[in-house]
């Protein structure tokens, strides 16, 4: 299955949060054998979002931390500007090609989730297909 990179880090999160509820032995499995999967490739986005980070972001000399422009926005170096939007799309566009076992939507319908978790894994649910 191909997904988005940066996906793989998010079902990643939220498949560890899910780790540590009590679930039915087969939806522990699949998330057990999503989570092995989904470590490589989580730890590759995460290490291309540093070196995103700094190789286009600004930090303060004096405390190492990223220099905002405005709240919740960071400042680019200077004369990167074009490079940085570029590399970002890049970033965001980069597909990888992962082996993922669908959980069974009927197997976590009474697991809360938030609707940040659910939106991470909703390519991994498999619902019932509708008969007419």
Known sequence: MKILSRQTHEAYTTLQELANIKLPFKV????????????????????????????YLEFDPETGMLIESAPG???????????????????????????????????????ELTPAQLMAIEFMIEEEEEHD
Not at 36 to 50: D, G, M, P, R, V
Not at 76 to 94: M, S, V
């Open 73 to 111: 926005v960071f400042k680019i170096q200077e004369g990167k500007t074009e490079e940085c939007y570029k590399a970002r799309a890049d970033l965001d566009a980069f597909e990888v090609d992962v082996d993922i076992k669908k959980i069974p939507l009927d197997a976590i319908e009474n697991v």
């Open 28 to 55: 522990s499995l699949i998330i057990s054998r999503n989570l092995k999967t989904l470590q490589k490739e989580s730890e590759f986005y995460i290490e291309q979002e540093q070196n995103f980070v700094r190789d």
